[in-house]
Structures are given as C-alpha cells and as structure tokens.
C-alpha cells in the first residue's frame, strides 16, 4: 500500500539554525499537509498546500516557517530560525482531491525535532 | 476553534464496549476519526459526512449528529490492539483535531 514517506525520522538542531523536513507524499496525492505535535499534546495544523501554493495556514505558522515542493516528488517544511519552543514531531500527510473535509488524509512516521 | 472530546480517557477490559465523543461549538461539515498509538503516525479510521451517518469500520463505528454539532466512536467489543489515542478531526478548511481520549485496553 502506498505510503507518505519522511525523512528524517529524528533531527537535533541548535536553536537559531535552519531545519528543513522532508516528505515525499502519496503518488496521486493532490493535497499536501503539515501538522506538529508536542509532546503528550494533540496534532496541531500547521498549513496546507495545493497546486504549488498555500491553500490555508494556521497561527502557528509564522514568518519562520515556510513549505515547497521543490520537484514532482518531495515536499519540504522549512523553519528559518529554530526555537526550543519549536520542538516537536511533525508529521507530513496528503489526500487523494479536495482539501475540504471529505477525504481521508495519510500521516506519514513523522520527523522528531528536538531543540537544543 | 478545536473541537470537545470527552472522556479525556478510558480504561476497560477485553471485550468491553467504549463511546468517545466530539462536540464543536460551530457547525460541522465533516468529522474524521483517527487513532495514534504511543511513537506512531496518526491512522484514519473513518470521515462522516452527513448528519445522523453512521459508518463502520470493524467493530468500531461512528455517528454524526449534525444538529447536535457532535460525533460518537463506538468501539464494540474491544481488542487489546483498540489501545491507543484517538482523535476526532473537524474540517472547513483545515483539519482541526480535538485533544484526544487515551483508549487502553486491558487482557
């Protein structure tokens, strides 16, 4: 069964160093997403994308975070200057068509990423 | 704004029988229902779209109640493999997942 793919699945960083997470979505997947989950806490939406633009974002993602879809495969979240806050594991997902409720979203393994 | 899940958790032996509820204050278009175990991605069990859907999925099923802005899991029977947190997830244009209910199942 096909499956969202992250990389890595554990990342250190010094605070104020950049980070980028990578995930390779589901093929035929049109949907692209990222969530963050602190620990012992819910997932939190951070942003979703679609045809190579934001389609909606949250509060949490702020000027320091950023998304791309360098290629026909990855898709990468990217956060400018890393704070202790920003430790979490954040998880990349997709669906198959709309972003509006009615198809399942994928979680890939998610990237652990702990602020030193 | 987030929707309501109540319990917070449940704890119950093998074969017991478990609801969790998820209550929003605004309207609701859709409600996802997934399950995280500890260290693990997020796995959907089930979207309901319609009010008063009930949808199945082993011997967990779901309603929607869109009047009453809520959904129900109901877990049936429940095998050691149900432990794990489960989340509803409400969407307009973003998933929205409420805090969760910590399901553990015990032999």
């Known amino acids: 069964e096909p499956e969202v793919t992250q990389t890595p699945s554990h990342q250190v960083t010094q605070m104020g160093q950049e980070v980028i997470l990578r995930c390779v979505p589901i093929s035929n997947h049109l949907y692209f997403y990222w969530y963050r989950q602190i620990l012992g806490q819910k997932v939190e939406f951070l942003v979703s994308?679609?045809?190579?633009?934001?389609?909606?974002k949250s509060e949490i993602f702020d000027d320091q975070f950023s998304v791309e879809r360098p290629d026909g495969s990855n898709f990468t979240l990217k956060i400018r200057s890393t704070k202790l806050e920003d430790s979490a594991m954040y998880f990349c997902a997709s669906s198959q068509l709309t972003g509006t409720g009615n198809q399942p979203q994928h979680f890939g393994d998610g990237t652990r990423l702990s602020i030193l | 704004q987030q929707p309501v899940q109540s319990p917070q958790a449940v704890i119950l032996r093998e074969g017991e029988d478990a609801v969790i509820n998820c209550s929003s204050s605004?309207?609701?278009?859709?409600v996802h229902w997934y399950r995280q175990k500890h260290g693990e991605a997020p796995v959907f069990l089930m979207i309901?779209?319609?009010?008063?859907e009930q949808k199945g999925h082993e011997k967990i099923s779901a309603s929607f109640n869109e009047k009453k802005q809520q959904s129900s899991l109901y877990l049936t029977a429940s095998q050691l493999s149900y432990s794990g947190t489960y989340f509803c997830g409400t969407n307009e244009a973003q998933l929205t997942f409420g805090s969760g209910t910590q399901l553990t199942v015990l032999p």
């Open positions: 605004k309207a609701l278009y859709s």
């Open positions: 309901l779209l319609k009010g008063g």
């Open positions: 994308f679609y045809n190579n633009e934001i389609s909606e």
